[in-house]
């Protein structure tokens, strides 16, 4: 492999990680995250299962060290196995050091095995509650017990499992403490997600939106929580529950900026790569990638986007959206 330059933005920091949202569709409809009827990107306009392929291995050959796949449902593409043994030969040529993804376990029962055979050793699995009812109202298409049994085989498969949930005020908002329990009792890390402002949803996202120190301080009342350093490359903060000894992540866009020591970039399916989850700003990936056999082109389009990384978003749930953005986490997968 020619050795290249590593990516580095303006702010000095070493772009090491890139998410890949496989498709913007999914099997959910989750509340805080789609609409009920979604217009989806246009088929056509999607990379293939190849293109994806080079553009990952473009951004490893320029020192990216770790790739997530997500989505919207990323193993909801069909072949995505292809691609994911694929890209797992990196980590066994010593290309990468690790390939993670996040998923919403529906697929879990079916694809665990092969996700392990291949490579994968963490999953992030996304659920706001064990409660059915609750769940369906959440996801409005989803079946807790097929996540759960998938959550199962994921174990059995040998499979790291991390668990995310949202905390949307009103839904899952005191059922986090069992939800901590749950997820300790089981051996997993729970990381909890305050709701953004991405995208078009049915509802009003002024009445999801929960603060994650609320949360915590609730958490707090009843638990020994104790801040530790422990650190997985994404932006949670972790703290340790005592009385539990479990790990518990804090993800809090809105109330804490965590952009400082942002590494990461994101891919869409349809090849637009944005640099900031929280800005517009995008630079496309997909011309410079069909109109060279090489990869130079791609090289350089990667370098120059690279190059207009923002400082750090500045996201806020107001009463206007001014601050929100029109496209949805399924795009650029979270
Ligand atoms: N479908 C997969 C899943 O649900 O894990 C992967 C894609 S999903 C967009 C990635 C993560 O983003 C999930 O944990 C989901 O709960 C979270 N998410 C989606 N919309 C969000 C929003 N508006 N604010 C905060 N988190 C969101
Ligand atoms: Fe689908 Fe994940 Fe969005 Fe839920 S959060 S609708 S599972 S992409």
């Known amino acids: 492999m020619a050795i290249q330059p590593d990516l580095i933005d303006p702010f000095g920091r070493r772009v090491t990680y890139l998410r890949i949202s496989v498709t913007d569709r999914c099997d959910f409809r989750c509340t805080y995250c789609m609409s009920e009827n979604m217009t989806f990107l246009p088929r056509r306009d999607l990379l293939t299962l190849e293109e994806l392929e080079r553009i990952c291995v473009t951004f490893i050959n320029k020192g990216v060290r770790n790739l997530r796949l997500t989505g919207g449902e990323p193993l909801v593409r069909r072949n995505v196995m292809h691609l994911i043994s694929n890209l797992g030969q990196q980590i066994e040529n010593g290309n990468l050091d690790e390939l993670t993804i996040?998923?919403?376990?529906?697929?879990?029962?079916?694809?665990?095995?092969?996700?392990?055979?291949?490579?994968?050793?963490?999953?992030?699995?996304?659920?706001?509650?064990?409660?059915?009812?609750?769940?369906?109202?959440?996801?409005?298409?989803?079946?807790?017990?097929?996540?759960?049994?998938?959550?199962?085989?994921?174990?059995?498969?040998?499979?790291?499992?991390?668990?995310?949930?949202?905390?949307?005020?009103n839904q899952n908002e005191y059922e986090i403490e069992s939800m901590m329990k749950w997820a300790h009792g089981e051996g997993f890390d729970l990381t909890l997600i305050e709701t953004m402002p991405l995208g078009e949803i049915d509802g009003d996202r002024n009445e999801q939106y929960l603060p994650i120190s609320t949360v915590r301080a609730r958490l707090e009342e009843k638990y020994t929580l104790e801040d530790i350093a422990y650190n997985t490359g994404g932006p949670a903060r972790y703290v340790e529950v005592k009385e539990t000894g479990g790990r518990i992540g804090f993800i809090t866009p809105m109330t804490h900026n965590f952009c400082e020591s942002c590494n990461r970039v994101r891919l869409t399916c349809t090849g637009k790569l944005y640099m900031c989850l929280g800005k517009d700003d995008e630079a496309d990936l997909r011309e410079p990638l069909r109109n060279s056999e090489g990869d130079e082109l791609l090289s350089q389009a990667i370098e120059e986007a690279i190059s207009r990384k923002p400082k750090g978003h500045d996201f806020l749930i107001d009463r206007d959206s001014k601050h929100s953005l029109s496209r949805h986490m399924s795009v650029t997968g979270g």
């Open 102 to 169: 996040t998923t919403n376990g529906s697929q879990l029962h079916r694809f665990s095995s092969q996700l392990f055979e291949y490579g994968v050793r963490r999953v992030n699995v996304s659920l706001d509650t064990l409660d059915r009812d609750q769940f369906a109202k959440i996801t409005r298409w989803g079946r807790l017990d097929q996540v759960l049994n998938g959550l199962e085989c994921a174990r059995k498969a040998g499979l790291k499992i991390k668990i995310n949930t949202v905390a949307v005020k």
